[in-house]
T-cell receptor, first 115, second 115 residues
Framework: DAGVIQSPRHEVTEMGQEVTLRCKPI?????LFWYRQTMMRGLELLIY????????DSGMPEDRFSAKMPNASFSTLKIQPSEPRDSAVYFC?????????????FGSGTQLSVL | AQSVTQLDSQVPVFEEAPVELRCNYS??????LFWYVQYPNQGLQLLLKYLSGSTLVKGINGFEAEFNKSQTSFHLRKPSVHISDTAEYFC?????????????FGTGTRLLVSP
C-alpha cells in the first residue's frame, strides 16, 4: 500500500488567497484525521471523519477553515481566505476500522507558507 | 480535558548511550498512552502504546516505555541509541471514554544522536 498520500508537499501563497490541501487515506481505513503542526502549539487535531461523516470539528480554528470528505478515498481541507498565521505543516492521518486513533497512519504533510 | 507535558524540547546524546524522554500527562479520566516518532520530512509513526496490562511496554526499534499511574508519567527509554534514532518524539494520550477517537499530543522532544 502506498500509505496516506497528501498533496501538495509544499504550498506558498499570498494572504487572502484560497488554499486547498488534499488527502488520500489508506484504502479500507474508515477514520480520517486532519492535524496542524506549529512550533508554538505543536500538533493540534482540527477535524476527523468516520465513514466520510465529520464527527468532531471543534478543533477547526475559525470559519475560514472547512473540510470535506466526499468519498472514502479523498478529503480536502480548505482555507479561505488564508492568513500568515495559518502557516504550518498540515497532516492527514487515517486508521483501520474500529481502531479510531489507536494506531494512526500519517501522510508526509503539506508545508503551508502564507506570505 | 487532557494535557501532555514533554519537559525536554531537545535531548542531545552520544551514540550507544542510554536515553530517557520524559512525558507527564494530566487527565480527569483514565487514558490510553502512546509514543509516536517523526523522522525528518515525514509523518508520524507509532512507536508503542499502553492500553492495559503490564505497565512496561515494548515498541519498535528497541524502545520501551513504562506507565506510572501514581506519577501520571509515561517515559520512553532506550538502552543504547543509534544515529538513526535522531528524530522528534511525541507523547500522546487518548481518554478511555472517547473510544480512541481523540488523541492529544505533547509538544515533542527532539532527540539528537551524535557520533
Amino acid at each position: 500500500d502506498a500509505g496516506v498520500i497528501q498533496s501538495p508537499r509544499h504550498e506558498v501563497t499570498e494572504m487572502g488567497q484560497e488554499v486547498t490541501l488534499r488527502c488520500k487515506p489508506i484504502s479500507g481505513h474508515d477514520y480520517l484525521f486532519w492535524y496542524r503542526q506549529t512550533m508554538m502549539r505543536g500538533l493540534e487535531l482540527l477535524i476527523y471523519f468516520n465513514n466520510n461523516v465529520p464527527i468532531d470539528d471543534s478543533g477547526m480554528p475559525e470559519d475560514r477553515f472547512s473540510a470535506k470528505m466526499p468519498n472514502a478515498s479523498f478529503s480536502t481541507l480548505k482555507i479561505q481566505p488564508s492568513e500568515p498565521r495559518d502557516s504550518a505543516v498540515y497532516f492527514c492521518a487515517s486508521s483501520q476500522p474500529g481502531t479510531g486513533s489507536e494506531k494512526l497512519f500519517f501522510g508526509s504533510g503539506t508545508q503551508l507558507s502564507v506570505l | 480535558a487532557q494535557s501532555v507535558t514533554q519537559l525536554d524540547s531537545q535531548v542531545p546524546v552520544f551514540e550507544e548511550a542510554p536515553v530517557e524522554l520524559r512525558c507527564n500527562y494530566s487527565s480527569s479520566v483514565s487514558v490510553y498512552l502512546f509514543w509516536y516518532v517523526q523522522y525528518p520530512n515525514q509523518g508520524l509513526q507509532l512507536l508503542l502504546k499502553y492500553l492495559s496490562g503490564s505497565t512496561l511496554v515494548k515498541g519498535i526499534n528497541g524502545f520501551e516505555a513504562e506507565f506510572n499511574k501514581s506519577q501520571t508519567s509515561f517515559h520512553l527509554r532506550k538502552p543504547s541509541v543509534h544515529i538513526s534514532d535522531t528524530a522528534e518524539y511525541f507523547c500522546a494520550v487518548s481518554p478511555l471514554n472517547t473510544g480512541f477517537q481523540k488523541l492529544v499530543f505533547g509538544t515533542g522532544t527532539r532527540l539528537l544522536v551524535s557520533p
